[in-house]
């Protein structure tokens, strides 16, 4: 249990943003949607030390991923936040964003992350505007000792009565809806694309597996440990298997094993960064050799680069369009919906909003992630008595 001086610090740091001594970045993005509430954890007895960002909360309590990584800062945790908002408002959730972080290491032995998941558990308890889910570096198993402690989580087991995000691979088949819908804007047949994707983990390998039931190849994937590429194409379920294994995809039997950064050199029809934000940025963004890139991780281009592309007429469709997959059957799980309701939610949730965003694109030649955040903004303002002008 959290000590009394502990709980006090949380408590005060949620009320003073002096006392956070929060970088100046944070209040440069500070606008009226957000961030409502930021906090900063610290619990000497386990070295616990954690980030929460409540962003925005108008159209009802904030759903959103528990990231757990050494590096995390405050002002990613916000911009997370912040896409989660975006994303909640798009899908027309009756949800606002929120994203929390526990820095530490997410391959700790067992006993130690699921001390850390739940003290961290416990520290948010009366937090309750913010509803945790699985994230990089936790998952269902973590959502589960969340629930036990506090009452509250999304992305459970089966066996809690939820639906296990990582294991049905929800933001993949949001990917792969979205993948149908953008294909046919610029002129590219699903059915044989070359697909390519960074960060071969629980989004990466699902978006490869349904799209692969479209006829889409996977020529090439990358992990912490190296890229592995195959111009004929790799068998999508014995790399899945290797990966479940817990091996490297440069294990793979064939191919070539590059380094880990040339998957960014790979030419492709379909480039999806499935991994950390901010990989594509303009040191390498002119590497990139494709027609399509959706953005399966949050926040994976950052804005130059995107404006990069979008002179290149490299379409890409931003992060909260296109992996809304997860939140979507998070949303659906939490009011006791099915797997059935979650998929078929997600397949005309997807559908309509990349049709929408990619409409008004071709029309006025903005950029999508333009498009899409003024689209967004005007759903958080339809919701009564809010306006964020």
Not at 246 to 254: D, K, L, P, T
């Amino acid at each position: 249990m959290l000590s009394d001086t502990s709980h006090l610090r949380i408590m005060t740091l949620q009320a003073d943003r002096k006392i956070m001594q929060l970088p100046e970045s944070i209040f440069q993005f500070a606008d009226d949607l957000g961030p409502a509430k930021v906090i900063h954890i610290y619990e000497p007895t386990t070295g616990l030390k954690a980030i929460v960002v409540v962003d925005n909360i108008v159209c009802g309590p904030a759903i959103g991923g528990v990231r757990m990584a050494v590096d995390v800062t405050t002002e990613e945790v916000f911009r997370l936040a912040r896409a989660m908002t975006l994303k909640n408002a798009m899908a027309e959730l009756p949800h606002g964003g929120g994203k929390s972080a526990i820095l530490a290491d997410p391959k700790l032995p067992l006993v130690e992350k699921e001390r850390l998941v739940r003290t961290f558990a416990r520290s948010i308890k009366d937090v309750t505007e913010y509803i945790p889910g699985p994230d990089m570096g936790t998952d269902e198993r973590c959502m589960a000792w969340v629930k036990e402690e506090i009452g509250r989580a999304v992305g459970l087991p089966r066996e809690k009565g939820g639906i296990p995000l990582d294991e049905v691979g929800a933001t993949g088949y949001g990917l792969s809806v979205c993948a149908e819908v953008a294909s046919s804007f610029c002129n590219l047949n699903l059915d044989g694309a070359r697909v390519v994707i960074q960060g071969f983990g629980s989004v990466g390998k699902h978006a490869a597996r349904f799209l692969a039931e479209k006829g889409a190849i996977l020529i090439a994937a990358a992990d912490s440990q190296g890229t592995l590429f195959h111009s004929q194409g790799i068998d999508v379920n014995e790399l899945i298997a290797l990966k479940n294994t817990g091996q490297s995809v440069i294990n793979y039997r064939n191919g070539k094993k590059l380094a880990r950064d040339a998957v960014i050199d790979i030419e492709c029809d379909i480039w999806i960064p499935a991994a950390r934000p901010d990989v594509i940025h303009t040191d390498n963004v002119s590497r990139l050799q494709t027609q399509l890139v959706l953005q399966g991780a949050n926040i994976p281009f950052t804005e130059a680069a995107e404006n990069l592309c979008h002179q290149r007429n490299i379409l890409f469709v931003p992060d909260f369009i296109a992996n809304a997959g997860g939140v979507i059957c998070a949303a659906v799980e939490y009011r006791g919906g099915s797997f059935t309701d979650a998929f078929q939610t997600i397949a005309e949730k997807i559908r309509h909003n990349t049709t929408v965003v990619l409409e008004k694109v071709f029309q006025t030649r903005m950029l999508p992630r333009q498009v899409a955040i003024e689209l967004a903004k005007q759903r958080v303002c339809s919701v009564k008595n809010f306006s964020y002008l």
